[in-house]
Antibody, heavy 123, light 108 residues
């Protein structure tokens, strides 16, 4: 079945780096754009980054632009989120999610989502 | 960026009640509006896409509607398994794809 499994989370000091991975299975990975969404403890969902299926386009939320880099390795069915210069406000569960585009090419949504990996930025 | 404002932030209802959750966009998003359900301790799951289209396997008691830039998620006849937080998300144009703040639904 379609599955996304995140890894790489942990406790890191402010200013340090961390790389998250999201391993995909059960579908043709190189046909789908991928997204990262985060959720701070007790808070709502916050969209973070997107990479197109072929890696040709990348998008970021303003607060992570220049610090985070999304990439993918289609030969390994994996998407990454390299997080540099981490701040306390980056503390969150990070989810990866697959972007689905409707057959008409009109609508898009995220499905499924991984279980998430917790990143804690603290000294 | 387009802002999404959800209301209420939380609600408590009885089994069998009709529940409505609102989501307002700061600019036109047309019908590029999705709803997600997040049960406690779990990842979000898609409920409705393109304003009103039910994801496969979602019970028909869930409905999505739109009026201008105002969107509504309705749960007809609330069930115990509907205990969750619900988020709207706009996917109009290129990212950022913004979410509403969430509405926590509790059972009385």
């Amino acid at each position: 079945q379609v599955q996304l499994v995140e890894s790489g989370g942990g406790v890191v000091q402010p200013g340090r780096s961390l790389r998250l991975s999201c391993a995909a299975s059960g579908f043709t990975f190189n046909n789908y754009g991928m997204h990262w969404v985060r959720q701070a403890p007790g808070k709502g969902l916050e969209w973070v980054a997107n990479i197109w299926s072929d890696g040709s386009n990348l998008y970021y939320r303003d607060s992570v632009e220049g610090r985070f880099t999304v990439s993918r390795d289609n030969s390994k069915n994996t998407v990454y989120l390299q997080m540099n210069s981490l701040r306390a406000e980056d503390t969150a569960v990070y989810y990866c999610a697959r972007e689905i585009i409707s057959e008409t090419g009109t609508w898009n949504w995220l499905d499924p989502w991984g279980h998430g990996t917790l990143v804690t930025v603290s000294s | 960026d387009i802002q999404m404002t959800q209301s209420p932030s939380s609600l408590s209802a009885s089994i069998g009640d009709r529940v409505t959750i609102s989501c307002r966009a700061s600019d036109r998003v047309y019908s590029y509006l999705n709803w997600y359900q997040q049960k406690p301790g779990k990842a979000p799951q898609l409920l409705i896409y393109a304003t009103s289209k039910l994801q496969s396997g979602v019970p028909s008691r869930f409905r999505g509607t739109k009026s201008g830039t105002d969107f509504t998620l309705t749960i007809d006849s609330l069930q115990p398994e509907d205990l969750a937080t619900y988020y709207c998300q706009q996917t109009y144009s290129t990212p950022p794809w913004t979410f509403g703040q969430g509405t926590k639904v509790e059972i009385k």
